[in-house]
């Protein structure tokens, strides 16, 4: 397997695969290697992510770090009297999606022989880091916003993470753990490039349950992008492959609290628009200065999809909604089904197959408020 790390701004390759971003741009790298589909063989596997290994960039199978993680259910469902299609990336071994990228980014560390981590995280990424770095024997330490639901906190503590609380906001946090990765190796799930080779497996598996045909439309959260950006990683393998014929319509949800991505979309500018951060429920999405912010908007139009903005009202609500339903998810996954919302009003004759993602479980929200 070839495989091999590229500025996308300088076209430089890696100098060292510890490196993750651009020596001279500050770019964070992207992996170029060729992902292949062997559907008969893809079949025959265990219901997991890694049932795809020939698409997934980690060398030798000794190295794999995996709780047989992955093929969350796919359940359809109204919303208002419209077919919606719920993928339960909740129920993950650390009750996250972020897991598809802890998995395969542990896995790469794990190659490398690295021994320490670190990570920073509004928490559902530090857990997943801490629980997979935990498996594979390496430390972890885990750099949090002050403000951080204790719940994820205490979660992550316990799989292994040592916590450094940082005042102020996710920012300053992402800020800080800059220097202590002058130390140790940065797992981060925002600049890694392996992180986002775990998340578009949400792409792969969503196409094989609907029978190899790709959905119209993929409503989800965003902050930082790595799952939205990390999806149309995966429906561009699958269109390179000429498994599906074209990528899905990209949709990303942000609250009004924070939306540097949703008000340039507004705006038409190529750029996030500088935002003042407000309290938020959403706290997992809450990024004001998003690092993928330029290439996450590119993505966004090059699919036909677009972005929005949803209250604080709009996303307890569904969130209240979504429970009755039997659905428990954390505050910030609720998001997506406000969102759902403001796309029937856009799209009135939505037609076609539309799916969104419960990111993670309620339990996570416990002790917020």
């Not at 997991?48 to 995996?66: C, G, H, M, Q, T």
């Not at 309290?279 to 996450?296: D, K, L, Y």
């Not at 999809?305 to 505050?331: C, D, H, P, Q």
Request: glycine content about 8%; some cysteine; aromatic content about 8%.
């Amino acid at each position: 397997m070839l495989i091999r790390m590229i500025c996308p701004t300088c076209k430089k390759a890696s100098p060292d695969p510890a490196v993750y971003r651009c020596p001279d741009c500050g770019e964070p790298f992207e992996l170029e290697f060729e992902a292949r589909f062997p559907i008969e063989k893809i079949r025959q596997r265990k219901a997991n992510l890694w049932r795809y290994r020939e698409a997934i960039p980690i060398e030798a199978d000794k190295d794999i770090v995996s709780f047989e993680e992955g093929f969350t259910p796919l359940l359809k469902f109204d919303i208002k009297g419209y077919p919606i299609w719920v993928k339960q990336d909740h129920l993950f071994p650390s009750g996250s999606y972020k897991d598809r990228g802890a998995s395969v980014l542990i896995s790469y560390v794990r190659s490398m022989g690295i021994k320490s981590v670190v990570e920073d995280s509004s928490g559902n990424a530090g857990c997943s880091i801490a629980m997979y770095a935990s498996a594979a024997g390496i430390e972890c330490e885990v750099f949090v916003p002050q403000v951080t639901s204790p719940a994820k906190m205490e979660q992550a503590r316990m799989l292994g993470a040592r916590i450094r609380k940082i005042p102020g906001s996710r920012q300053e946090t992402a800020q800080a753990v800059l220097e202590e990765a002058n130390h140790a190796y940065y797992a981060s799930h925002v600049y890694n490039p392996y992180f986002m080779q775990g998340t578009k497996t949400l792409a792969y598996e969503i196409v094989e349950q609907m029978d190899w045909k790709a959905p119209d439309r993929l409503i989800l959260p965003v902050g930082n992008g790595t799952l939205l950006l990390g999806v149309y990683n995966g429906f561009k393998d699958l269109l390179r492959a000429e498994i599906i014929a074209e990528i899905p319509k990209l949709i990303g949800i942000q609250t009004e609290s924070c939306n540097p991505l949703a008000s340039a979309w507004e705006q038409k500018s190529v750029k996030p628009i500088s935002v003042v951060l407000q309290p938020t429920v959403a706290e997992g999405i809450a990024i004001a200065q998003p690092v993928h912010g330029e290439r996450i908007l590119k993505v966004v139009k090059e699919t036909g999809g677009y972005l929005l903005s949803v209250t604080e009202e709009s996303i307890l609500r569904n969130w209240r909604e979504m429970a009755k339903k039997g659905f428990f998810m954390e505050l910030t996954s609720a998001t997506a089904f406000a969102g759902i919302e403001r796309v029937l009003e856009n799209e009135a004759d939505a037609k076609g197959r539309t799916v969104s993602l419960i990111t993670g479980h309620g339990l996570k929200s416990v002790g917020h408020f």
